[in-house]
């Protein structure tokens, strides 16, 4: 079976014998519960509860009527104790909605009353934004958006992402090898949304024991299961296409464009347990890994869950931790506080010692051109830094900076150790806010 991969791209050391081969162990659940009303950047959430209210396991606790958003559901039953301003991954305060547990698990009614084999498209699209389901591989995008492309767009392919390709992170591999039938019945479902498509389940070749399970479990299906070559990004929606297409997504242009759609693996198990078992999303796996921690696990983590809590039940940690980081080393958000709950898009927790985390001092560009080599999305870094610095927006529109995915490969190559991403970051930040400060003057 040949390798499919992408052009460009690294090759890190994955790090996964942590925990690839540990099963799923569920987690605690903790006696409070904290759910930031902003699951994703730009969209803050209203509370659709009042402090003193009891709530129950599956209950709309929060919503928006905004277009790209999706309510949130209480994951224990319970009573609402505070609303106000608590500490989130990014260091800021944003509104929190806090729920002291009971301990009883009494569910609300079920999310809908209907017999899978029997909705339609609409049914099954309107019952995934019901269940708050968005991307679980960390952009938190509602699904039923991605899932509704526009009506001459000719989606010929449906791409489950199982590449993980991040460091550490191994919380989708023991999905697909614990519980394939939630993946496979999760694209099925899909699929019948688009039923002149293709499904894929794609897996990166470090995972034999996934790609097995998966090919056992589907060889009745119309379901390729695709082996992927093992490199980094390869679980970038992008270079996942390409790979496994040999599409290419153009600049500025969306998967659906080229007649695709990509779910992440957890995603299409939560629109399984959405239809089939009629429950909304209220919890996700998480990795809890790094040199620092004393028993590195997956668990299956209610949402609001602190992660103090799963770092407690992971043994606490090592003296010489250096890092705290939401997500995988290379495109994940660095916090300084474990008292920060779980969300939507939380894949992993990973505790750094001062060794991992340890970063040699920024030295000067020597134009050796690695960072290009590297870049998957054929951009310069070493130029889109230098207009970074140097407050170029300009030059750094003409150069196609927004092109760039943050995955870090530059700066991973880089002799120099220049700060690439963090720069591009800021300058794409800039971009946007100039942007919308020109489009609010037009308005």
């Not at 009506?151 to 394939?180: F, W």
């Not at 694209?187 to 995972?207: M, S």
């Not at 659906?256 to 999303?281: Q, W």
């Amino acid at each position: 079976m040949s390798k499919l991969t992408f052009r460009r791209g690294i090759h890190p050391p994955d790090y996964k014998s942590q925990t690839a081969t540990q099963s799923l162990q569920q987690a605690e659940v903790p006696q409070l519960l904290y759910y930031t009303l902003q699951q994703r950047n730009g969209v803050l959430l209203e509370p659709s509860v009042q402090v003193g209210d009891r709530v129950l396991l599956g209950q709309v606790i929060a919503e928006s009527k905004a277009f790209a958003s999706v309510p949130l559901h209480a994951s224990v039953s319970g009573r609402v104790k505070d609303i106000a301003l608590y500490l989130q991954a990014d260091g800021q305060k944003v509104p929190t909605l806090v729920v002291e547990n009971d301990g009883l698990d009494e569910a609300c009614e079920p999310l809908h009353r209907m017999h899978p084999g029997e909705m339609d498209s609409q049914a099954i699209k309107d019952v995934i934004q019901k269940a708050g389901i968005v991307g679980m591989g960390g952009a938190g995008f509602p699904t039923h958006i991605k899932l509704s492309p526009p009506p001459d767009a000719k989606i010929e392919h449906i791409i489950i992402n199982g590449a993980e390709c991040e460091p550490y992170l191994t919380s989708d591999h023991r999905l697909m090898v614990e519980h394939p039938e939630t993946v496979i019945r999760g694209l099925v479902t899909v699929l019948r949304l688009f039923p002149d498509a293709q499904g894929h389940i794609a897996i990166e070749e470090n995972k034999p024991d996934a790609i097995e399970t998966i090919r056992e479990a589907s060889k009745d299906l119309p379901i390729a299961v695709e082996r992927l070559a093992k490199k980094y990004p390869q679980g970038s929606e992008k270079h996942l296409i390409y790979a496994v297409t040999g599409r290419v997504v153009p600049s500025g242009k969306l998967p659906s464009d080229v007649g695709c759609i990509v779910l992440n693996v957890d995603t299409a198990a939560s629109i399984c347990r959405a239809v089939y078992d009629k429950m909304p999303l209220y919890q996700r796996i998480v990795t809890v890994a790094g040199g620092a921690v004393n028993k590195p696990a997956n668990y299956i983590v209610r949402i609001g869950t602190p992660l103090s809590a799963l770092v407690e039940q992971s043994g606490g940690l090592k003296e010489d931790a250096g890092k705290i980081l939401i997500g995988g080393p290379m495109m994940g958000i660095a916090t300084h506080s474990f008292d920060v709950p779980v969300t939507k898009g939380t894949s992993a927790v990973l505790v750094l010692t001062e060794k991992e985390a340890h970063q040699p001092a920024e030295s000067a560009c020597i134009r050796c051109g690695r960072c290009v080599r590297a870049c998957p999305m054929f951009l310069e870094p070493y130029a889109l830094q230098s207009f970074a610095y140097r407050k170029d927006v300009e030059n750094a529109l003409s150069y196609h900076i927004m092109d760039c995915i943050e995955c870090g490969s530059c700066a991973y190559s880089c002799p120099s150790k220049r700060h690439l991403v963090q720069a591009i970051r800021w300058m794409k930040q800039g971009v946007r806010a100039k942007q919308q400060a020109e489009k609010t003057r037009k308005g």
